[in-house]
């Protein structure tokens, strides 16, 4: 059973256009969490999540917005597409927000042309 | 600010060598340490969790060790295969109380036969 998911794994779409990113986790973790890879392959924390609430934005453009509609699943949503954002997004769980181990998705690759 | 460095960069190494990879962190203000595999194109797999007050943590051929005073982890990979081929990062906790990760940028590893 896969314990971290993410749909789609590939998605390639224009710059301007609006796209998400969903993750589910069937760990009973508290805590969900987006990185992101850029193509030097640096992961950097996006957004944390603890029981449905935001506890970590780091300073990532307004165009990102994660929404957390149960403990289980934390979607991405992205607006206005930019080349930039062409990354990596992995999504990761853990029991709660401080001291445990991470368990991570196997990655959405978005390509923006 | 926590920084994460890991050396080396690359390496690439005959079938059957024992290796060392290090990682050194700047904040030794930390709950725990994780080691992390990524192969090409995938997601992150979680090897080994070190909390701070253990001082190594083993998994088959795999050790890691943890000395937060001076800030540094290694992590042993015994008799190594082409199968252990893989990007292996380390990863500390953010400052701030959450579980944000800070990764190192990663150590690239070819086991060849």
């Known amino acids: 059973d896969t314990a971290v998911s993410q749909t789609p794994k590939y998605l390639v779409t224009q710059m301007g256009n609006d796209k998400s990113i969903k993750c589910e986790q069937n760990l009973g973790h508290d805590t969900m969490y987006w990185y992101k890879q850029d193509s030097k392959k640096f992961l950097k924390i996006m957004f944390s999540?603890?029981?449905?609430?935001?506890?970590i934005n780091e300073t990532v453009p307004n165009r990102f917005s994660p929404k957390s509609p149960d403990k289980a699943h934390l979607n991405l949503h992205i607006n206005s597409l930019e080349l930039g954002d062409s990354a990596v997004y992995f999504c990761?769980?853990?029991?709660?927000?401080?001291?445990?181990?991470?368990?991570f998705g196997p990655g959405t690759r978005l390509t923006v042309t | 600010k926590q920084e994460v460095t890991q050396i080396p960069a690359a390496l690439s190494v005959p079938e059957g060598e024992n290796l060392v990879l290090n990682c050194s962190f700047t904040d030794s203000a930390i709950y725990n340490l994780q080691w992390f595999r990524q192969d090409p194109g995938k997601g992150l797999t979680s090897l080994l969790l070190?909390?701070?007050?253990?001082r190594e943590q083993t998994s088959g051929r795999l050790n890691a060790s943890l000395d937060k005073s001076s800030g540094r982890s290694t992590l042993y990979i015994a008799a190594s295969q082409p199968g252990d081929s893989a990007t292996y990062l380390c990863?500390?906790?953010?400052?701030?109380?959450?579980?944000?990760?800070?990764f190192g940028a990663g150590t690239r590893l070819a086991v060849h036969p």
């Open positions: 990761a769980s853990s029991q709660e927000p401080a001291g445990y181990e991470q368990y």
């Open positions: 070190i909390q701070s007050s253990q």
């Open positions: 990863a500390v906790p953010g400052t701030g109380g959450y579980n944000k990760l800070i």
């Open positions: 999540y603890n029981n449905k609430e935001l506890i």
